[in-house]
C-alpha cells in the first residue's frame, strides 16, 4: 500500500449538487428556490427574530421594569463570610484586597457587607459599603468598619 494509492470506501463520499447551471442539470430555472418571495432573490438574510411578517415574539411580549444607568451594583458579602475568613487565615484586619486574594471577591467588584450569619471575632473590616445590622454587628464584636 502505497500514499499515493488511498481513497476513500465505495459509497462514502457524494458529489454536491451543482445548481442554476441550465435546463439540462434538472436544477435550473429558479435553481430550487421556487417561485417569488424575498427567498428567491438574490441579497436575501433573514433578521433576527423574523417571523415571516408576524409580530415576532420579542415585540409581542409586553416590557416593563427600568434599569438605570448609573445604578451600582455591589457583590454581597455575609458576615458569616469574613469571620470564616477571619479564623482561617487568623486576619485582624479584612480589606478589600484581602477579599480578592482568598477568592470572596473579584478585583472590579465592588463589595457590600452585609448582616447575614454572626461574627465573634474582632476585626477591622474595610468595604465599599455597609448594611446596617453589619455595621452594628462588626461593632459589638469589637471590630472597626472604614468604607473606601
Known sequence: MKLHT???????????????????????GTSTRGHKGAKSRSGYKRKLGFEGGQMPLQRRVPKFGFKSLNR????????DTLQQLATEYNLETIDFNAMVSHGIASKNDKVKVLGGGELTSKVSVS???????????IEKAGGSVNRI
Do not use: C, M
Open 127 to 137: 468595604a465599599h459599603s455597609f448594611s446596617a445590622s453589619a455595621v452594628e454587628s
Open 6 to 28: 488511498l481513497k476513500p470506501a465505495e459509497g462514502s463520499t457524494k458529489n454536491r449538487k451543482r445548481i442554476g447551471r441550465g435546463p439540462g442539470s434538472g436544477r435550473g
Open 72 to 79: 451600582v451594583e455591589f457583590k454581597p458579602v455575609n458576615l
